[in-house]
């Protein structure tokens, strides 16, 4: 009899998220008759964010296999020191951050630096987060990788999306095998990408990519910044500027010149690639 009793009901788990659904409905209610009360805002806030990252759908998440291949970091990886490398430059950011909403910008020195891959993995690793949502936003198209990031095929990237005002932001934005992670890839290559990314249209696009997700960390993956002007120009959308010193290929002229290309209030560190 005892035994029946106690497995009588629903599951603790499902009790437990249906005690939080009446508790939000309740903190919903209180705050129509108390709209400035600042810690029930804050709870109904973080329960709206969380349903909402929830929600988010990754048609496919790639095996470990594959994320090997692709050389993404993931939790349980082998390499627990690269892991923990850019861990270490997320905690650096945040601590930097005044805000959820962040933009950092990645540029190598050299072409072929590493940039994408520092990129890429920086965006993953805020992606371990299940609180948090990524994206990653493949700003050189002269050098396009974004297409092997994605889980479907690409139709139009931001190229389109800044030369055509009537292609709407939900079409460029593609799932990624990583889960909360998505991507923006470049689009067709352009001869003018420096002035579409200098462009209101480019401003706008920042702004509501931030604003769509109320914890999404957002990084912006530009050309080297010895070969083309673009890292300068996007650095005025990003909150941080990070740096990519590919090993044995620069010296400190080299990073000197590149700090200021992405200016010393935005310039937040070197990562160093072997």
Not at 6 to 33: Q, W, Y
Not at 90 to 98: G, N, P, V
Not at 191 to 196: G, H, L, M, T
Request: with cysteine; charged share 25%; glycine share 6%.
């Amino acid at each position: 009899m005892n035994d029946e009793r106690r497995s009588s009901g629903p599951p603790k788990d499902k009790k437990s998220e249906l005690n939080l659904r009446t508790f939000i409905e309740r903190l919903e209610t209180v705050k129509e008759e108390r709209p400035q009360d600042p810690l029930i805002k804050s709870a109904v806030s973080e329960h709206r964010k969380r349903e909402q990252i929830k929600s988010m759908a990754t048609p496919v998440i790639w095996t470990q296999e594959e994320l090997y291949e692709k050389k993404v970091i993931f939790t349980g990886m082998r390499e627990r020191e690269l892991l923990n490398a850019f861990r270490e430059v997320r905690i650096r950011l945040l601590q930097k951050s005044k805000t959820d909403n962040v933009v950092a910008m990645v540029s190598s020195l050299a072409e072929g630096g590493g940039g994408t891959f520092t990129a890429f993995n920086l965006a993953a690793t805020f992606a371990l987060d299940r609180h948090k949502t990524a994206l990653y936003v493949d700003c050189n198209p002269y050098n396009s990788s974004a297409e092997k990031f994605t889980v479907a095929p690409v139709e139009a990237g931001l190229t389109q999306y800044l030369h055509d005002y009537t292609v709407p932001l939900k079409h460029i934005i593609y799932p990624s095998g990583v889960e909360r992670l998505r991507v923006i890839p470049s689009g067709a290559g352009s001869d003018s990408a420096a002035e579409f990314f200098n462009s209101k249209r480019m401003e706008v696009l920042i702004s509501e990519i931030k604003t769509r997700y109320p914890d999404r960390f957002i990084v912006l993956d530009a050309p080297s910044v010895e070969s083309t002007t673009e890292a300068r120009i996007l650095s005025q959308y990003c909150d941080h500027a990070l740096l990519v010193v590919p090993f044995g290929k620069s010296t400190q002229s080299d990073i000197l010149a590149g700090i200021e290309s992405v200016g010393r209030d935005k310039f937040a560190g070197l990562i160093f690639n072997h």
